[in-house]
């Protein structure tokens, strides 16, 4: 099944590419697809930590979460940049990621990255080094929803 799917992909994203419909092309397309997926199956590419299909139902919530996430932490720094007193209150602080992967703790900690005004500086295991622009963004993520969200992510809901 995952091949199945991991092919469709391949081929629905060289067609989005491409923007060919002549049969000849099509073909072509398909014929290369399938080679593809002969020569990532024979190098065992296709795994669940490479392709991780089992997470898409659960992406369909979370990426939009964490995009309105991000726009929200671009509109705080934005107002505190251009505040006339530049109004920061710079904060490190270390946040536990509770879940169970290394995967998904990369994924936490890639989210607080993409959040504006905040960096993960460190991963030790599952302790996060965070840098926040303001201590009110050390304080969202001290109080976990970011980590819980991500651990919804992680169990596919």
């Known amino acids: 099944m995952r091949l199945i799917s991991f092919g469709t992909i391949l081929f629905l994203f060289w067609l989005a590419l491409s923007g060919y419909f002549k049969p000849f092309l099509l073909i072509g397309g398909i014929v290369c697809t399938l080679f ?8 065992k590419l296709i795994d669940s930590e490479s392709y991780p299909a089992h997470l898409f139902p659960a992406a369909s919530t979370y990426w939009p979460w964490l995009l309105w996430e991000i726009v929200k932490a671009g509109w705080s720094v934005t107002k505190a940049v251009l505040r006339p007193k530049l109004d920061i209150s710079p904060t490190m602080t270390r946040v536990v990621a509770t879940q169970a992967t290394p995967e998904c703790i990369a994924t936490y900690g890639n989210s607080i990255t993409l959040t504006p005004g905040t960096i993960t500086t460190r991963v030790d ?7 926040a622009l303001e201590r009110g963004g050390a ?12 651990t919804q992510f992680e169990r596919g809901r």
């Open 36 to 43: 593809v997926l002969y020569a990532a199956r024979r190098m």
């Open 125 to 131: 295991g599952n302790i996060l080094t965070v840098h």
């Open 139 to 150: 304080i969202d993520l001290e109080e976990g929803g970011m980590d819980a969200r991500v």
